[in-house]
């Protein structure tokens, strides 16, 4: 990947990606544990995580902790059906997208 495609993606992040919307962050996540052959080692490693998270559950935690640890599970959990992400989560950026048009086959 040279200079040019990386900036492109960064400026395709920039624009399109709400890091503050709750919808883009579930989409993220589920299509980085969807796609494992565009992701490769973050996707097995995220995927771990998630495993390991789920015995948070068990844990005393602030509610709003607690709240968004269920969100991002849900997003773990529907990232294993047959449907896409985007079928799920409403926002205009889709990684798997941007790393399908900048790496042009090449995994991370």
């Known amino acids: 990947m040279n200079v040019i495609q990386w900036i492109s993606m960064l400026q395709e992040v920039y624009e399109k990606f709400d890091y503050n919307d709750l919808e883009c962050q579930k989409?993220?996540?589920?299509e980085v544990l969807k796609e494992e052959e565009?992701?490769?080692?973050?996707?097995?490693?995220m995927k771990s995580g998630f495993q390991l998270a789920r015995y948070l559950e068990v844990l005393?935690?602030?509610?709003?902790?607690?709240e968004l640890l269920d969100e991002y599970l849900?997003?773990?959990e529907r990232s294993v059906g047959q449907k896409e992400c985007e079928?799920?989560?409403q926002c205009p950026?889709?990684?798997k997208?941007?790393?399908?048009?900048?790496?042009?086959g090449n995994s991370l």
């Not at 989409?27 to 589920?30: A, H, M, Q, S, V």
């Not at 005393?60 to 607690?66: A, S, T």
């Not at 997208?97 to 042009?104: A, E, H, T």
């Open 27 to 30: 989409r993220l996540i589920c």
């Open 38 to 45: 565009y992701f490769g080692n973050v996707s097995k490693k």
């Open 60 to 66: 005393n935690m602030p509610d709003d902790f607690r």
């Open 74 to 76: 849900d997003a773990s």
């Open 87 to 89: 079928e799920f989560f």
């Open 93 to 95: 950026y889709s990684l």
């Open 97 to 104: 997208d941007s790393v399908k048009r900048n790496l042009s």
